[in-house]
């Protein structure tokens, strides 16, 4: 059974940091994609960034490009994603996600994922 378990949000001032955690458990994710989704009130739930476990390749949104990063520590079995100068649009619950796939694309569209966390409140205040 797959489990993915974020944690990390809270509320900062517009142009501070956050690092959400996703702890994954269930089985082995070497052969994942590893993606982090948002979804603001009224709003369709969107891609943020995606990590290839095997090898670490990453893909983001234009809209976080060079403000996030995400990561992944194999030892942990954790996916990261580090929010930096944060703006009050990045408001949203952030939910973490799993696809098991040998795809060299990376998934960008939420139906691509098969599991998914809680989520996490990240909110941004001007």
């Known amino acids: 059974q797959v489990q993915l378990v974020e944690s990390g949000g809270g509320l900062v001032q517009a142009g501070g940091s956050l690092r959400l955690s996703c702890a994954a458990s269930?089985?082995?994710?070497?052969?994942?994609?590893m993606g982090w989704f948002r979804q603001a009130p009224g709003a369709e739930r969107e891609f943020v960034a995606a990590i290839r476990w095997s090898g670490g390749s990453t893909y983001y949104a234009d809209s976080v490009k060079g403000r996030f990063t995400i990561s992944r520590d194999n030892a942990k079995n954790t996916v990261y994603l580090q929010m930096n100068s944060l703006k009050p649009e990045d408001t949203a619950v952030y939910y973490c996600a799993a696809r098991f796939t040998t795809a060299r694309t990376m998934g960008v569209m939420a139906l691509q994922y098969n599991y998914w966390g809680q989520g996490t409140q990240v909110t941004v205040s001007s």
């Open positions: 269930g089985r082995t994710f070497s052969n994942s994609h």
